[in-house]
């Protein structure tokens, strides 16, 4: 079965400074996804990437996806205390689609004001 | 407003005692799952199902059944919780081939 790696599994940064989470995937990635949690809450779509060499963004926060399909990065800049919690990615079936979706262990970002 | 919408919210009961979380969605989305989620394993599947009378197992089943009779409920039922199912409960829905889930607030059950 496909497994998520992430790193690290937990972030302390200063506002302000720039961050990058990886996600590294036991199998090529059909559909990766990623997702914010705070403590103890449900989790929230940021974005979805599927094609090798994709990028997208959503305000400050950038996630990759290499050629190969096996790994993916979120990159915050400028980082606010706002941006803090847990970040999961997530990764869709043979198909990349979403129903039998396995999800990385997180990484906890604390953002110091 | 779009949501998934799981209840209760906070839930402790005794071990045997059946229970069952209910788990409701209002954006007709055909496929919905549950996870759970514990520190240091994070989030796993335990069912899904891809629609209406259609569930399978996720990658840890044992000690829950679902049921899907209609689209927009999907209750997981514990039929003797144990201790060892105290954990964050988390219901999620997907239309079929979007972006993704989306998750409920999340069910904290402790079984004593």
């Known amino acids: 079965s496909q497994e998520l790696e992430q790193s690290p599994q937990s972030l302390i940064v200063q506002e302000g400074k720039n961050l990058t989470i990886n996600c590294t995937s036991s199998k090529t990635l059909y559909g990766l996804y990623w997702y914010k949690q705070k403590y103890g809450e449900g989790l929230i779509f940021l974005m979805m990437l599927q094609k090798g060499g994709e990028e997208k963004s959503h305000e400050k926060i950038t996630a990759k996806l290499d050629e190969k399909k096996q790994q993916s990065s979120l990159h915050i800049t400028a980082s606010q205390p706002s941006h803090a919690g847990i970040y999961l990615c997530?990764?869709?079936?043979?198909?990349?689609?979403?129903?039998?979706?396995?999800f990385g262990k997180g990484t906890k970002l604390t953002v110091n004001p | 407003e779009a949501q998934v919408t799981q209840n209760p919210r906070y839930l402790i009961t005794v071990t045997g005692k059946k229970l069952t979380v209910t788990c409701s969605q209002n954006?007709?989305?055909?496929?919905m799952s549950w996870y759970r989620q514990d520190p240091g394993l994070g989030l796993r599947q335990i069912y899904y199902s891809m629609n209406v009378e259609v569930t399978d197992k996720g990658d840890v089943p044992e000690g829950y059944k679902v049921s899907r009779k209609e689209k927009r409920n999907f209750p997981l039922i514990l039929e003797s919780p144990s201790p060892n199912q105290t954990s964050l409960y988390f219901c999620?829905?997907?239309?079929?081939?979007?972006?993704?889930?989306?998750f409920g607030s999340g069910t904290r059950l402790t079984v004593v």
């Open positions: 954006m007709n989305h055909e496929y």
């Open positions: 997530g990764a869709g079936g043979t198909q990349g689609g979403s129903e039998k979706l396995v």
């Open positions: 999620a829905s997907s239309l079929r081939g979007s972006r993704g889930y989306t």
